[in-house]
C-alpha cells in the first residue's frame, strides 16, 4: 500500500544534540518529498523539499534532508538543536500527479 | 507578500449545524487546497480548486464541500455537523496545481462542534 511513515512518534534531545528524523515511504516512483513544522496552534511551515537533482537539501533554521532512494527514506537532519525548534514536524509526499500525504508526524521535545 | 489567511481562526458550533471558512491565498496564487487535521487522523486532503474549479477531492463525505471565487478566494462548508468534524481546518496555496508545486499552508481554523 502508498504510504508515509514516520516512525518516531515522540523524540526527546537536549538543546545542543543533534537531531535525525525518520521517513519512509511506498510509493512507485520517487515522489516529490517535503519537511513541514507545526508549532502548537499553528499551521504548518515548510523546512524543505527535495524535486530532483541534488539528494542532499538544505533548508531553513538550519536543517537539511538527505533523499536516498534505495531505501525510499528522506530523513530530516539538524547538527545542534535550539529550544524554539520543539515542535511536531510532518514528512509529506506528492506521488507523481497526485496531491500531498502527510505522516502521522513526529513530535520533538527540546530539553535544556 | 502576505502569507495565506484563514477566517475565522476560532469556532463552535453544536451538532447539525452548517459551517463556512474562509481561506485567502497568497496573491498570485492560483491553487488552494483544503486540509483536516484531528488526533486520530492526522493530516487528510479534502479538496483542490484551481482556477474555480474542483481538481482534486479526498475520501470525505459529501457533507464537505468547497468553492473558488475568480480572485481564487476559496471557502469550504460543513454541513449538518457532527463531533468528529470537530478539527483544526488548513487552507494552503500554491501557484499552480499542487502535483508539481510547493503548498504554503494558512494559520487554520479551529472547529469545535458540540
Known amino acids: 500500500a502508498q504510504s508515509v511513515t514516520q516512525p518516531d512518534i515522540h523524540i526527546t534531545v537536549s538543546e545542543g544534540a543533534s537531531l535525525e528524523l525518520r521517513c519512509n515511504y511506498s510509493?512507485?516512483?520517487?515522489?516529490?518529498l517535503f519537511w513541514y513544522v507545526q508549532s502548537p496552534g499553528q499551521g504548518l511551515q515548510l523546512l524543505l523539499k527535495?524535486?530532483?537533482?541534488?539528494?542532499l537539501v538544505q533548508g531553513i533554521k538550519g536543517f537539511e534532508a538527505e533523499f536516498k532512494r534505495s531505501q525510499s527514506s528522506f530523513n530530516l537532519r539538524k547538527p545542534s538543536v535550539h529550544w524554539s525548534d520543539a515542535a511536531e514536524y510532518f514528512c509529506?509526499?506528492?506521488?507523481?500527479?497526485?496531491?500531498?500525504?502527510f505522516g502521522t508526524g513526529t513530535r520533538l521535545t527540546v530539553i535544556p | 507578500k502576505a502569507g495565506v489567511t484563514q477566517t475565522p481562526r476560532y469556532l463552535i458550533k453544536t451538532r447539525g449545524q452548517q459551517v463556512t471558512l474562509s481561506c485567502s491565498p497568497i496573491?498570485?496564487?492560483?491553487?488552494v487546497s483544503w486540509y483536516q487535521q484531528t488526533p486520530g487522523q492526522g493530516l487528510q486532503f479534502l479538496f483542490e480548486?484551481?482556477?474555480?474549479?474542483?481538481?482534486n477531492k479526498g475520501n470525505f463525505p459529501g457533507r464537505f464541500s468547497g468553492r473558488q471565487f475568480s480572485n481564487s478566494r476559496s471557502e469550504m462548508n460543513v454541513s449538518t455537523l457532527e463531533l468528529g468534524d470537530s478539527a483544526l481546518y488548513l487552507c494552503?496555496?500554491?501557484?499552480?496545481?499542487?502535483?508539481?508545486?510547493?503548498?504554503?499552508f494558512g494559520p487554520g481554523t479551529r472547529l469545535l462542534v458540540l
Open positions: 494552503a496555496s500554491s501557484l499552480t496545481l499542487t502535483n508539481v508545486e510547493t503548498q504554503y
Open positions: 510509493y512507485g516512483a520517487t515522489p516529490y
Open positions: 527535495y524535486f530532483s537533482g541534488d539528494t
Open positions: 509529506a509526499v506528492v506521488p507523481r500527479g497526485n496531491n500531498l500525504f
Open positions: 496573491s498570485g496564487h492560483r491553487s
Open positions: 480548486y484551481f482556477s474555480e474549479t474542483q481538481r
